[in-house]
């Protein structure tokens, strides 16, 4: 049976929009908790041209089933015309932990 719940990776511009869009994602009950890592610095391709920008790393921790309302709200509210966002299974975790989070975003 697979894993109800999700690891959601995302970058942002350093600063302001990486918190709003972490706040926004937890008051709209779309992730439990969202971690704003910051000093990361993103190489990649652009329009067939090499980039590279200074941004945050935002890991939100979510079920499955909000996963398809995550994804259109940071599609709404994303600053970048391409926002990664990247959900990785969770296997594991700690009971009291995982019993939280599926309340949070119930």
Same mark, same amino acid.
């Given at each position: 049976?697979?894993?109800?719940?999700?690891?959601? #990776?995302?970058?942002? /511009?350093?600063? $302001?929009?990486?918190?709003? #869009?972490?706040?926004?994602?937890?008051?709209e009950? #779309?992730?439990?908790?969202?971690n704003v890592v910051?000093? !990361? %610095?993103?190489?990649? $391709?652009?329009? *067939? $041209? /090499?980039?590279?920008?200074?941004?945050?790393?935002? %890991?939100?921790k979510?079920?499955?089933?909000?996963?398809p309302?995550?994804?259109r709200?940071?599609?709404?509210?994303h600053?970048?015309?391409?926002?990664?966002?990247?959900?990785?299974? !969770?296997?594991?975790?700690?009971?009291?932990?995982? $019993?939280?989070?599926? *309340?949070?975003?119930?």
């Amino acid at each position: 049976m697979a894993s109800p719940y999700r690891v959601v #990776l995302m970058t942002a /511009p350093r600063g $302001r929009k990486a918190e709003l #869009l972490a706040k926004g994602l937890v008051t709209e009950r #779309l992730a439990a908790c969202v971690n704003v890592v910051p000093g !990361v %610095v993103s190489h990649y $391709r652009w329009k *067939g $041209r /090499p980039c590279r920008d200074a941004e945050c790393l935002l %890991v939100a921790k979510t079920t499955a089933a909000k996963l398809p309302a995550l994804e259109r709200w940071v599609a709404a509210n994303h600053p970048y015309s391409v926002p990664e966002v990247i959900a990785l299974t !969770v296997d594991r975790g700690a009971k009291p932990y995982l $019993r939280w989070l599926a *309340g949070e975003v119930a």
